[in-house]
């Protein structure tokens, strides 16, 4: 397990880039859009992994993880949608380690957040 | 009769609960030329799909709250009205059992997450030439 690794690039913009191909002429910077739906949806399932480790609600937790990690790697926040897996797929100890993992997640965001704030306003420019 | 209006609709009904996902979709959707009907939950695709069948093709997002996509796909393959609707399923599990188990219960073909709009539009038509063939 790598709580801390920080190799990774916490965004690849080449990734999120790749979107502009579906970008529709008028309309509003389609990437633009992805971004700010991440920013607003990710702290929501932050919100619902910590209630539901609280709870002792393993697959709640699980299915957020794993949103998170699907929507993570699919925008190219790969250092997100590596420790979101691993909470994912968790299965001993799991309350300490889990809030352990979602630390390293709410760590990390604060990067990516930087990161995809400057995306968001360069292409808003 | 009912099939042929089937094969001129354009309706592509999408259930996936990660509005990331169901954004990027809705779009690449679009941009093929279809008309995406979009629902957020493997409940809402079946308590719509009790009443509606005119659509070209279906994507699910294999794990949803409520009810899961393979589920809703469980449920179109035993009505006869639904049977022939093509169906995509959405995974990030590279679990080739969880794969194969699929395909036997009646998934058309699986786009793993992540995929670019390339790799959609290249799955989206295959689904719907599949959907020509039957």
């Known amino acids: 397990m790598s709580l801390t690794a920080t190799e990774t690039q916490p965004v690849d913009l080449a990734i999120l880039a790749v979107y502009d191909d579906a970008q529709i002429e008028g309309e509003p910077d389609f990437v633009v859009e992805l971004i700010d739906l991440y920013l607003n949806e990710v702290p929501r399932l932050f919100d619902t992994i910590r209630k539901s480790v609280a709870n002792k609600d393993r697959s709640t937790a699980r299915r957020a993880a794993h949103s998170l990690r699907g929507s993570s790697a699919n925008l190219g926040v790969l250092q997100m949608a590596t420790i979101a897996g691993e909470l994912e797929h968790l299965e001993n100890d799991y309350s300490n380690v889990a809030l352990e993992l979602l630390s390293s997640l709410e760590n990390e965001f604060e990067r990516v957040k930087e990161i995809l704030n400057a995306e968001r306003q360069r292409r808003s420019a | ?134």
């Open chain 2, 1 to 134: 009769m009912l099939t042929e209006a089937r094969t001129q609709t354009r309706r592509i009904l999408i259930a996936d609960d990660d509005p990331i996902i169901r954004h990027m979709v809705t779009r690449f959707v679009q941009l093929e030329g279809y008309q995406p009907v979009v629902v957020n939950d493997g409940g809402a695709a079946y308590r719509l799909l009790k009443t509606d069948a005119n659509f070209r093709g279906a994507i699910f997002d294999m794990m949803m709250p409520h009810l899961e996509g393979i589920e809703v796909m469980r449920f179109m393959r035993s009505e006869k009205r639904l049977m022939r609707i093509p169906v995509m399923m959405i995974t990030s599990e590279p679990d080739l059992k969880l794969m194969a188990n699929s395909f036997a219960a009646g998934v058309t073909i699986f786009l793993p997450k992540p995929f670019t709009t390339d790799q959609f539009q290249s799955t989206f038509r295959l689904l719907l030439n599949h959907h020509q063939e039957n």
